[in-house]
């Protein structure tokens, strides 16, 4: 796009969660005064299928979901969770109250590349 129309993208919005970590494109991203948000930041509901983002929220007090998303805060990447659970709303909310330890957030750097759960966006399907 910004070849094309010379116009620089605000932000850029790609499929994001500590198995899908896309660094090559957030360092883009940076380099170019771009904002990236999550697609898809727990896991696409996969989270409960990763024991680590468990076994920290045990050691944090919190939930593997308040992890993720903690995770994504302190790496800059916005993040928008969503779900029709008023008490899950509520939780995702309270992520501003702790930090993850330097060593932890190493940890959960290591899931990258386990697994992509979207759609490739390199193919378009037509629809």
């Known amino acids: 796009m910004i070849l094309k129309t010379g116009v620089v993208p605000v932000n850029n919005q790609v499929e994001l969660h500590p198995w899908h970590q896309q660094r090559e494109v957030r360092k883009f991203c940076s380099g170019k005064g771009i904002t990236v948000t999550s697609w898809g930041p727990l896991f696409h509901g996969h989270i409960s299928e990763e024991p680590l983002m468990e076994e920290l929220g045990r050691k944090y007090d919190r939930s593997a979901a308040q992890m993720a998303l903690r995770w994504h ?28 330890l330097p060593e932890d957030m190493a ?21």
Do not use: M, T
């Open 73 to 100: 805060i302190q790496n800059d990447i916005i993040v928008i969770p969503k779900s029709s659970k008023r008490e899950r709303l509520i939780e995702n909310s309270q992520v501003f109250d702790f930090s993850i």
């Open 107 to 127: 940890l959960i750097d290591v899931l990258d590349g386990k697994r992509q759960l979207g759609p490739s966006p390199l193919v378009h399907d037509g629809s």
